[in-house]
């Protein structure tokens, strides 16, 4: 699998604090290797959409499409409890 970065995604990134982008390069590279990684907490977000929702922390959630061989990242921001 590879992944693909969003223009969307790429802006709202940026915009996050070091601490929250460094735990997501984590989040991703356990993406890459097992979707079903515990951590991640991978699910589908809109089923319509085909859509899926991961974790980065316990505040933050990264959502993206899986096309072939392809993640492409949407979006990330802060998770509502």
Known sequence: ???????????????????????????????LRNIRHPSLHAKKFDEAGDIWQARVDDNARFYFKITRNTYSLLDIKKHKD
Do not use: C, G, N, W
């Open 1 to 31: 699998m590879q992944v693909e970065y969003t223009p969307h995604f790429k802006r709202k990134f940026a915009k996050l604090s070091d601490v929250v982008q460094s735990k997501f390069e984590k989040k991703i590279t356990l993406l």
